[in-house]
Structure formats: C-alpha cells, structure tokens
C-alpha cells in the first residue's frame, strides 16, 4: 500500500514534468480553459441580469450551485484525467495498456497517472472565483453544521463524475464508437446540475432523479446551504444523500472496470 | 519452465456494415467472424533455453506471447510459466518476466532515458546496488551512454530498442520475452543486439523467448526453433534438424577442366551448366559433400570447386510454400 503511493506520486511527478516541458502549449491550454468557463458563466450572468432571478434563484444563489459544479468537474478532471474515455481509448488503442499490465503495480493508480491535466486548474480557479461571488450575492447563514457539509458535497460530485469518467473508459474495451453517449451523460449530467433542477420539464428532473439521482449531489445539498424550500416534497434527509450516491456510483463504476479488465482483448502487433 | 498445453486463443471479430445506416445497423446487429489466433499449440520450455519463435506476419506469435505474458486470457487450454498462471497473478507474475515489444516502448515519452529506468528501478522495488551493478553493466553492454539523458521521443529506433531491453532487464527477470526486437532496425544495430541477447542467455543464464520473421536472428541466436503459421505448431526442434529434414538441397559447383558431352554422377542431379561450369544439386541424407566430390574427380577433371549451403530462408520459405509441415 505504502508502494502504491509513493509510485502513484512518483507517476504523478513524471506528467507535471512533461507538462511543463512544454511550456507555451501549457500556458495556452490553461488560458483558453480559463477564458471558456468565464465566457460559460459571463452569458448566464447576462441572462440572469435581465431576469433579476429564474423561478425563485437569484443571481447569487445560481452562482453558489454552478461554482461548486465547476470546481468539482474541474477537480474530477485533474484526478481522473487518465481515465477520461476520449483519452484512454486512444491509449488503448495505442497498447499503451499492455505496458500497464506488464508493470508490478496497482492498475487503476497506473491509468489515474496517465495524466493529469494541469490546464483544469484554470477551471477550479475561476469556479472558485464564480463560487466566492455566489457567496457574496447571498446571505447563507452558515452553521458548524453547513461548514462541515460543504467539503463533503463537493467530494461526492468528485466521486460521482469520477465514476461516469471510469465507467467510459472502461466501455472503450470493447468499442471507441458508444463513448459519445457516455460523454452527453457526462457533460450533460455536470452542465444539468449546474442550474437549479426546479427550471427543467418534470421529464428531465425524473430522469436525473431515479436513473441517474444526480439530484441529490447539489441541488439538494443546495437547499439546505441556502435554507430554501423543496418544491418536490422529498424527504428531509435528500440533502445528506450526497456522499450515498457518490460513493456508490464510484464503487458500482470500480467494479464494471474490474470486470472490463478482464475481458480485454489487447489489440496491435 | 514454461508448459504449454493445447492453448487457443479464438478472437471474434466484429464484421462491419458499410454504407447507409452503417453506424445504426453496426449499433443493432453484429455479425462476428472467428479468428483462430492460436490454434491448439503445445511446447515445454527448459530453464536457460533460447527459444527461436518464427512464423510470417499474422501467424500468432504476439498472440502467443501475450498469453505467455499474461496480457491475453486464453480461449482454452493449460499454460503454466515459472510455476504461475500468467493471467491469474499478474502483479507476482510480471514482477519476474521482462517484456519488449519491437513495436512498443515501456519507456516514459517525455523522460530522459535515466530518468525513466530510475523510475521503473522503484517500480520493480530493485536494491539501488543492484540497480547501479545492472545499469553499469548494460550501459556499457549496449553502449546507452551517449543518449543517457536524451527523452525517449527523440531516440532512434534502434537506439530505443537498446533502451528498452535494458529496462526490461534491470531487474533480473528469469524470463525475457522479445517480440519483433530487430524489427525496422539496419543491420548493425541488428546485430548489436543479437549479440546483447547471446550474451544475457549465456551469462545470465536468461530464459528467453524471441519472436521474429527475420531468419537471422534465428540463424545467429537459437539452437531451438518453433514455427508457427495460421495459430498452428508446424516446427519444434533443433535447428540443425529443421535444416536436416527440409533441405536435401545442397549445392556443388564444379569448374570442369575440359569439356565433357556428359557430366552426371551418382547421388546429385545436375541443375545448370554454364560454359565448362556445372551445378549439381545433392541432399544431405543421400550423399555427402565429399563422397560426391571424389565420384566426379574420379570420372572428370576438375579445375576448381565450391559447396553451397542453403539458407534457412530458403528452407523456411519451402515449409510455407510448399505446406511440408501440414498434417
Ligand atoms: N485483439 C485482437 N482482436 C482480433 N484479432 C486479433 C487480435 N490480435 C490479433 N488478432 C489476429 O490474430 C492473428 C494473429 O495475430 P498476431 O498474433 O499478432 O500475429 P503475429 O504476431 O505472428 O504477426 C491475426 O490474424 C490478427 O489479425
Ligand atoms: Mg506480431
């Protein structure tokens, strides 16, 4: 176990230094991350200006929900960047998972350090920046209790986008052609969450309720930051199912890896 | 060392749908085509050997030694190396075989060449004397010192694959797999690392497993050879025997002093005349090169003559043309 970690930061070290070889496209990357996620968030500001608030949130309050959604993708993409399907397929395809299979270490800490996108920093910052404004245009009057939560909450959006990430990676063994759908999940699911559930048709909602209950990661915990009411009546515990659903998505998505492990069929001379 | 027993390995192949809709159809039905990749094979390897492994692209050999090395599970069939199923305890299993692939790195990209066998000495837990012992003795074996420091993207083929064998070798694998290791490379380069090969299976005492379709490499390095074609064993013995069986066809080309109307002998067939100049074509088993040379100085004069011995290219390329090997 100690091996594992001091080779999984030994891994790590090796990508941040390949990274910085490459200092302009670095810097560059990092820019055009940057100035995506300001010009996301800058349109929805204009919108909400013109609106003062979408069915009961105000500006402040949609920053607060899209600031944690921003900063725990951009987290989940750093920690998971070697899974991200897209990337890993190519790996495979590559037989760069031969070389993995052939080393004496952990599978998942040697795919975890396939990479590590620096760039995303640039998106946990400015969501953190989104986040602090959020902060300010709203008066969450904060407990112990609150406090605690909140770095829970954004671990389980880690934990729950991390698994989508493993899952498709895992699909990449038998086919590169299904990953776009896992990708709308994905990209879908984290841009979905990042308004307030309560502006989707009920078909939406339902579907990210008890298909994938990625409900329950933010606009739940939410709720209960802001002391908002829930327009759906669920019980008083849907704020506090956040690590639930986090830690079960990411074990379920542990397991279909394991048993996509086995059924690889390396490819290539 | 390793046994093999009746191994298959059967890939299904998607067949794709072309034209429109393809990516609808290819989605709802599929179709599959059976590859027999590995076709029941069979062999024992001792410890210490250096096994020849030959066969023409597409024949099964990387499929082979995929399952040897535990990166494919086999479709059916026993296979049991250094006392473990290769794809049953790969962290143990792996941790005493090394690998190369021709075609492959296991090298860092990025990394200067040290930076990435110092990495793989934490990887594979080796003692930093032994690291320095093994690193000293192949930097100089295989001549890594000038490009040291240079990152792996910026190597020469042949000079990667150098690399490459010393980090497969650092940390003292029992068995050494090779798949394709001269592939693409010039023939000093070639011949630089057969010689590296030679010397880790003598020295060292390194089982090794060597895959390639360059008849040289066998020629120079192995005393036993496997052949495979269509996932079948066609070959395992010793070369000396392959050459045996397979080519009757030695050559004896005689300078005649004179001029003769007829020139046959007993035991050759006469395969070209030229001027004053003959070819007689014998086979090992019926005659040998000087019983035939004394019956044609008995009946003719000679001025000058030279034996030729078939090529294991030529004797290789008959078993697959002409299927000798087929039951
Ligand atoms: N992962 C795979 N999926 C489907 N077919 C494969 C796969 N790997 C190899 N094959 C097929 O199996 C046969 C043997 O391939 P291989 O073992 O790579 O041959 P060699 O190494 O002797 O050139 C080939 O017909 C090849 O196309
Ligand atoms: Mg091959």
Known sequence: MRHTLTLYRRLLGVQIRSQLQYRVAFFMDLLATGLTVCLEFASLALVLQRFQHIRGWTMGEVAFLYGMVEIAFGIMDLVFSGFDPGRFGQEVRRGTFDQILLRPVNITVQVLTLDFALRRLAKITVGIGIFIVGLQGTMITWTPAKLLYLPFVLGSMVCFFGGLFVVGATITFWTVESIEVMNILTYGGSFTISYPMSIYPDWLRRFFTYIVPAIFLNYYPALYILDKPDPFNFPPIAPFLAPLVGLITLALSLAFWRFGITHYQSTGT | ?327
């Open chain 2, 1 to 327: 060392m390793i046994q093999v027993h009746n191994l298959h390995k059967h890939f299904k192949v998607t067949r794709h749908h072309q034209g429109r809709l393809a990516g609808v159809r290819n989605l709802l039905t599929r179709e599959y085509r059976l590859v027999k990749a590995v076709d029941n094979v069979s062999f024992t390897i001792q410890t210490g050997e250096l096994v020849g492994y030959l066969g023409p692209n597409g024949a099964g050999k990387s499929t082979t030694i995929k399952m040897l090395t535990g990166l494919l599970v086999p479709t059916g069939g026993d296979l049991v190396v250094n006392g473990r199923i290769p794809h049953q305890s790969r962290q143990q299993y792996v941790a005493n075989i090394g690998v190369v692939f021709g075609q492959r790195t296991t090298l860092w990209w990025d990394l200067p060449v040290i930076e990435s066998l110092e990495l793989l000495q934490h990887v594979y837990r080796v003692p930093a004397d032994r690291f320095r012992q093994n690193l000293s003795e192949f930097t100089d074996l295989l001549d890594l010192k000038p490009f040291l420091h240079t990152p792996v993207r910026s190597l020469s083929l042949g000079q990667r694959m150098r690399a490459d064998l010393c980090a497969a070798l650092l940390h003292d694998p029992a068995l050494l797999f090779l798949d394709e290791p001269t592939i693409g490379l010039d023939v000093v380069a070639k011949e630089r690392i057969r010689q590296f090969i030679q010397h880790v299976n003598r020295e060292r005492g390194t089982t090794i497993i060597l895959t390639t379709h360059d008849l040289q490499d066998v020629e120079k390095l192995c005393e036993r050879v496997m052949i495979i074609d269509h996932g079948r064993l066609l070959f395992d013995g010793q070369l000396n025997d392959l050459r045996e069986r397979f080519d009757g066809r030695r050559e004896l080309l005689v300078d005649m002093a004179e001029a003769y109307e007829d020139v046959s002998v007993e035991g050759a067939q006469v395969v070209a005349r030229d001027g004053w100049q003959v070819t007689y074509q014998f086979s090992r088993s019926s005659v040998t090169a000087s019983e035939l040379i004394s019956r044609i100085s008995q009946r003719y004069r000679i001025r000058d003559l030279a034996v030729r011995e078939p090529d294991i290219e030529a004797t290789i390329r008959r078993i697959y043309e002409e299927r000798l090997l087929e039951t």
